[in-house]
């Protein structure tokens, strides 16, 4: 393995890194420690040696800083969401798919249901973000934080309303009692053939499977139901992910431990497997 170039994308830290999808190229997006985000790809100079250099510099602000992004893409655009530390969520749309450089800010708003002008703006330590896997004129992803103020940490799911061009939120993750609980990882499952979709939410209680329906009623909402809470972490858990199939669900956190999680044919959510990672013997 060879190096193409070496760059500073940042003076501090770097915090997160995601990739671009693959067809746009080679491209990553960067959180720097300071909460700033920029966008990097990989071009050919005019020797046609192989270089990074910053496409694009995404302005933050002056009060809040970025804790986590992810892109996603419709059947119009290549999107990317932002989540900033004072509860505000950013979404980027791409002009045009050939000059990532070119991007304008599609709409801003908080990670809440009703009106915060009461609450004040929260000091969130994270935030966890994932696109519906499912491509087509859909838009949708579901957040939720880390963070002082109850109202911003449920996981919500919100769409892109084409006939008034905003984003609204459409579903709220949570049972009434749960809704203050601080979210620590969300995952939406690739869906081949079911007729609702599968969310995992990860919080202090443990992971909740969630079934959304896919067809919003007439106040423009989705059905959601809470099928399992999965317990077995003993700790905060940091990261859920689905296989590609969407039917097993890896989770891991501060335990150290990898599990994984299945649904049989009777409904009945099981764990398939318990890896000891931090004590792994070669």
């Keep these: 393995m060879s190096f193409t170039n070496q ?8 915090a997160k890194l995601v990739w671009a999808p693959p067809e746009y190229g080679d491209a990553v997006a960067c959180i720097c420690s300071d909460g700033s985000v920029s966008l990097w790809e990989e071009l050919h100079d005019d020797s046609q040696s192989l270089i990074w250099k910053l496409c694009h510099l995404f302005e933050g602000a002056a009060t809040a800083r970025a804790v986590n992004l992810q892109f996603g893409l419709s059947s119009t655009a290549l999107k990317m969401v932002v989540a900033y530390s004072d509860g505000h969520v950013k979404v980027y749309e791409l002009l045009d798919p050939l000059e990532l450089k070119k991007w304008q800010l599609q709409a801003e708003f908080q990670n809440v249901i009703d009106s915060v002008s009461r609450f004040g703006n929260p000091t969130c330590l994270s935030a966890s973000i994932a696109w519906n896997p499912r491509r087509g004129d859909d838009q949708q992803f579901v957040l939720g934080f880390n963070s002082d103020l109850p109202q911003f940490n449920s996981a919500k799911i919100w769409e892109f309303e084409e006939d008034h061009q905003r984003w609204v939120p459409v579903a709220e993750l949570a049972l009434p009692e749960d809704k203050g609980e601080r979210v620590h990882a969300v995952a939406w499952a690739p869906n081949i053939g079911r007729p609702y979709e599968t969310i995992a939410v990860a919080t202090c209680k443990g ?6 329906e896919q067809q919003a009623d ?3 909402r989705l059905s959601t139901k809470k099928v399992v809470l ?3 972490h003993d700790g905060e858990i940091w990261q859920v992910e689905w296989d590609m199939s969407g039917m097993t669900l890896a989770s891991t956190g501060a335990d150290g431990m990898v ?6 044919l009777n409904g009945i959510w099981q764990e398939q497997a318990a890896l000891d990672c931090c004590h792994a013997q070669d």
């Design 7 to 14: 760059q500073q994308a940042h003076e501090s830290g770097i």
């Design 207 to 212: 992971i909740a499977i969630w079934h959304v």
């Design 259 to 264: 599990r994984l999680w299945q649904c049989n």
């Design 218 to 220: 007439q106040d423009g």
């Design 230 to 232: 999965l317990s077995g």
